[in-house]
């Protein structure tokens, strides 16, 4: 399994950016797909899941609820996260996360993820 991130960079704060991650080796459908930020300093928070197998279920860390948006595309085997009205407090290195058929209430566990992106850098300036 690799998940491959992208689309990171260095924004203003208000500004958009939408992070993609690919995703090959596994049967991506059947996959629960998490996004997650580490700041320097700081752990590794969630930000963002959806479940896989048509479950449909979809969380977000309160922190970006409203701002934030997941959503998966199966036949290309990618999860995007698409940031509006970014934060200067949004800056982290971005890491997508899989697991198969994750049950929802763990989907904001870090330790539930089995696969993992390289991370991407997000930078929002002021």
């Known amino acids: 399994v690799q998940l491959q991130a992208s689309g990171g960079g260095l924004v203003q704060a208000g500004d958009s950016l939408r992070l993609s991650c690919a995703a090959s080796g596994l049967t991506f459908s059947r996959y629960s797909m998490g996004w997650f930020r580490q700041a320097p300093g700081k752990e590794r928070e969630f930000v963002a899941a959806i479940s896989g197998s048509g479950r449909s279920a979809i969380k977000y860390a309160d922190s970006v609820k409203g701002r934030f948006t997941i959503s998966r595309d199966n036949a290309k085997n990618t999860v995007s996260l698409q940031m509006n009205s970014l934060k200067l407090e949004d800056t982290a290195v971005y890491y997508c996360?899989?697991?198969?058929?994750?049950?929802?209430?763990?989907?904001?566990?870090?330790?539930?993820?089995?696969?993992w992106g390289q991370g991407t850098q997000v930078t929002v300036s002021s």
């Open positions: 996360a899989g697991d198969r058929n994750l049950i929802v209430s763990s989907m904001a566990t870090p330790s539930q993820y089995d696969y």
